[in-house]
């Protein structure tokens, strides 16, 4: 009610109050006599046809505009009957007024009555259809704003549902190279092993609830991880890391690169007895972070593996991107001499195009 308040009295007074002053300045213009009688008449007339104007909308009009969805011949009859119908009372109330401004009143009562109605007509018809087009658009934009943040918690819901789809899988690869371990009495590399998965553990559940960190913390938890698949397989697999300082700060989705160091790990180490090298990448491209994952090993079972479409793994890494980033951020994978790698590129900011950046947007949802 306070919003159709606010959005009805400029219109009301607005169109009154040139009525008003049309009329006093043609009045002036002939320079008829008895100035102060008009004015005072007139004045009268437009202080009727604001109070009119604003009981009409509260009270008959603004429950009805409130179930109008478009402008339609429906509405616009309904507008124009309520408009005629004021407009008769006010006409009927102001001809009857003339004698105490005047004197007397006109020749022909019913003929007054019509030359009121018809000045006052326009005007209600004006104040009416301008407020029944603003309440649509206002509407309208509330409408789009709510279809906006809807979209954006769909996002949000999206990618917090696909990354705890992720977190017991990449916990169980690690429980398991923990298992591995004691079930081949190699104590002291088990116990080595949990000192790193406590390390990595640590890093998981210190991580902050938002969906974004920086690049270098991701990369610590992959280095974490990696150590201890290091130590289950041991000589056949070598960990190369190299990031740009520029991408330190870049912004990436919690979690984004484990699923692909798992494909990296199963597919390469995990497929062959030859030494595979698992690398990870990162440099600025363009304004864009780009991020590779990848294996390479020179045994046939690595070198020609071609996977037939997406696994869960690569599945849910391009959901959440697109989740999170709309088109803004792409996601490549494929065979290369040698292995197979997959290439992120994100903004370096964390958000979508036209976005604000996502740490402000993600703060604000929760708040």
């Given amino acids: 009610m306070k919003r159709d308040s606010k959005l009805m009295l400029p219109m009301i007074f607005g169109p009154w109050t040139a009525f008003m002053l049309s009329y006093a300045l043609a009045f002036i213009a002939r320079s008829a006599p008895n100035t102060k009688p008009f004015i005072g008449y007139i004045l009268l007339c437009s202080a009727i046809g604001i109070t009119f104007s604003w009981l009409a909308w509260r009270f008959v009009l603004s429950a009805t505009v409130r179930r109008v969805k478009v402008i339609g011949v429906a509405g616009v009859l ?9 407009d008769v009372v006010h006409a009927v109330i102001v001809t009857l007024s003339q004698p105490y401004f005047f004197g007397s009143g006109p020749g022909n009562f019913f003929s007054g009555v019509l030359m009121e109605f018809i000045s006052f007509y326009f005007v209600y018809c004006m104040i009416f259809f301008f407020a029944l087009t603003l309440e649509l658009s206002h509407r309208d934009a509330e409408r789009r704003e709510r279809l906006s943040q809807a979209e954006s918690r769909a996002h949000q819901a999206q990618a917090m549902a696909l990354r705890l789809q992720i977190n017991p899988h990449f916990l169980f690869n690690a429980l398991n190279a923990v ?5 081949a009495r190699r104590d002291p590399e088990a116990l080595a092993t949990l000192h790193r998965l406590s390390g990595f553990l640590r890093i998981v559940t210190e991580t902050s609830p938002h969906e974004f960190s920086p690049l270098s913390d991701e990369l610590e938890m992959a280095e974490e991880y990696l150590s201890v698949e290091a130590i289950r397989f041991q000589d056949r697999l070598s960990i190369e890391i190299e990031a740009a ?16 160091i798992e494909n990296a790990i199963k597919h390469g180490v995990g497929a062959t007895e030859q030494p595979t090298a698992v690398s990870i990448r990162a440099r600025m491209i363009d304004g864009l972070a780009e991020i590779t994952v990848g294996n390479r090993s020179c045994d046939p079972a690595v070198r020609d593996y071609r996977p037939d479409g997406m696994g869960v793994g690569l599945r849910n890494v391009a959901d959440r991107l697109k989740a999170i980033y709309g088109g803004a951020a792409t996601m490549d994978s494929g065979h290369v001499d040698g292995g197979f790698q997959v290439v992120l590129r994100l903004p370096p900011s964390g958000a979508r195009a036209g976005d604000d950046p996502a740490p402000r947007a993600l703060a604000a949802a929760d708040a």
């Fill in 245 to 260: 300082p520029e991408t330190a700060g870049v912004l990436t989705p919690n979690f984004i690169l484990q699923p692909l």
């Fill in 78 to 86: 309904s507008l124009l009957l309520t408009a005629a119908v004021i």
């Fill in 179 to 183: 298992a591995s371990l004691i079930s």
